[in-house]
């Protein structure tokens, strides 16, 4: 019915006359039917472009011609490309360096010495194409290699994943990337062929089909993560693949593969292998801080992070910043004190030698403050105690002067200055020493002491050695100490006001009464 000879044919009128060819609404019409429906039938068109090499198309009609179209000139420039397979990896390599970026993935290191050790992050390694072709045997011998070695004995063992092709996906990507070398270096030499418009419109076609499946290729190429695992025989592989669930990460922006956000997603999301955060508490438990004979009291930030990323059966964790967070974390609700500065020794009180000054504990600290160099944990119980810190309660004389008398003593008694023959004690000296919880504790006795005694006068509160934190809660227990008084002194004579009101009424009706009768 319709000629898809390149020859014109002559209209209805018989003086115009139609390009040569059927267009794609013409070619349905025509086939599609109860036997063949219309996506079948655009399939095999779409089939028909890609294979026939003397079948042209001109964005609207379809024709055979005697010249061959741009297919042919791709496909003889492809199997002088497939001459030169290294000239495919290399731009499959490329490939992946521009769609895989960051300090945490490498590309195509094969050699266990190649890949880097003692990064405090966790490195996947993307495996060459060869290396999804080799034996079973073969690969596992060569991951194990990897794993337990890095021109020494490798450390950061757990901290390392291989992400291994898939085979059925390699002859896919390196087919695609073939012809798209080919495209390239068809359009380099377009003068010397002698390009038509409508050959360089079907090469830029053919371009973006071969381009898509190549993307397709690489979303699909690293669907496995090899990582270590320690048991009874020794370091085995454990094979983290996708299963039934798919990943939802696929393209970027520019229509590229997110290769390595999808092998992160794998991990992270799906099956949960590698992990962003850790807990102060997950601190104390996995290096037993607090445990022992003697104690483990401390420990370096710098060990905590060799041991996450070193022991097999730890998490791992994407970066060593997950640990400072749950340092400062721990430093806030207490469950340890942090030092930084040189290495401390415990003392025989069990208590670290280090200034409390220079101790973080129990306060609000950043992530950036934590040094992981120099820093040192120390768990609560192994904190130095405040330095003592004497005081000394009196009154204070008329005038503004000071008391006089002997040097208080620093052991906790009350002792009275010595008196003269017939002389009243007025005057009695506290001293004691105390830490800030006992010094709240001993408040309330201070307060009751006070109003026991009917306190008048003036008192006076001070602290030797202190810090001026600790003169400032003094000078507060100081008020405090003069409100309580004052509040006693006011009680007081609110009750002799009631007693003396109460007399004042006994007698006003004692006498009514008496008027009465």
Request: with cysteine; charged share 25%.
């Amino acid at each position: 019915m319709y000629s898809f000879g390149g020859l014109r044919r002559d209209g209805a009128n018989g003086t115009q006359f139609l390009p040569p060819g059927i267009t794609e609404a013409e070619l349905l019409t025509v086939c599609v039917g109860p036997d063949l429906d219309s996506t079948t039938a655009l399939a095999c068109l779409k089939e028909l472009k890609e294979q026939c090499l003397y079948l042209h198309f001109d964005g609207a009609r379809y024709c055979f011609k005697k010249d061959p179209n741009v297919t042919l000139l791709i496909e003889q420039e492809s199997n002088a490309v497939a001459r030169d397979e290294r000239q495919v990896e290399d731009h499959i390599r490329e490939m992946l360096e521009a769609r895989i970026t960051g300090r945490n993935a490498v590309i195509w290191k094969a050699k266990y010495g190649e890949i880097p050790d003692k990064e405090p992050y966790f490195l996947v390694a993307y495996m060459p194409l060869n290396f999804g072709t080799q034996a079973p045997t073969g690969r596992e011998a060569a991951a194990k290699e990897i794993f337990e070695h890095c021109g020494g004995p490798r450390k950061y063992r757990n901290g390392l994943g291989l992400a291994v092709p898939a085979a059925e996906q390699i002859e896919t990507l390196r087919r695609s990337v073939r012809y798209l070398i080919a495209i390239q270096r068809i359009r380099e030499k377009s003068k010397q062929l002698n390009l038509t418009d409508e050959q360089k419109s079907q090469l830029k076609e053919q371009e973006a089909t071969r381009t898509a499946e190549a993307e397709s290729a690489l979303l699909k190429l690293y669907g496995e993560v090899w990582l270590p695992k320690v048991t009874s025989d020794g370091i085995v592989i454990d094979v983290v693949a996708i299963g039934g669930r798919p990943l939802q990460t696929t393209l970027n922006e520019k229509k590229q593969a997110r290769v390595h956000d999808r092998v992160m997603e794998l991990l992270v999301d799906v099956q949960r292998r590698v992990f962003s955060t850790t807990f102060p508490n997950k601190i104390i438990e996995l290096f037993k801080l607090g445990e022992g004979n003697p104690p483990t009291l401390g420990i370096k930030i710098a060990d905590l992070v060799d041991g996450f990323y070193s022991f097999l059966g730890f998490p791992r964790l994407t970066e060593s910043a997950a640990i400072k967070k749950a340092i400062a974390l721990g430093i806030k609700e207490r469950f340890f004190g942090y030092y930084s500065g040189a290495m401390p020794t415990l003392g025989s009180d069990g208590k670290y030698q280090v200034p409390l000054a220079r101790v973080r504990f129990d306060t609000t600290v950043s992530d950036d403050e934590i040094d992981v160099d120099t820093g040192f944990l120390i768990m609560p119980q192994a904190i130095p105690a405040p330095a003592a810190l004497p005081t000394e309660v009196g009154p204070v004389a008329s005038g503004g002067e000071t008391p006089t008398g002997p040097t208080p003593p620093t052991s906790g008694t009350i002792t009275p200055p010595p008196l003269t023959p017939g002389e009243a004690q007025k005057t009695v000296t506290l001293n004691f020493s105390a830490n800030r919880d006992q010094l709240f504790a001993a408040w309330n006795a201070i307060a009751n002491l006070a109003v026991s005694m009917r306190w008048r006068g003036s008192h006076r509160v001070s602290a030797r050695r202190g810090n001026q934190d600790c003169r400032m809660v003094l000078r507060c227990v100081g008020d405090a100490l003069a409100l309580c008084v004052g509040a006693h002194a006011i009680l007081r004579t609110l009750l002799a006001f009631r007693t003396r009101a109460m007399s004042v009424w006994s007698m006003s009706a004692e006498s009514k009464k008496g008027a009465a009768k």
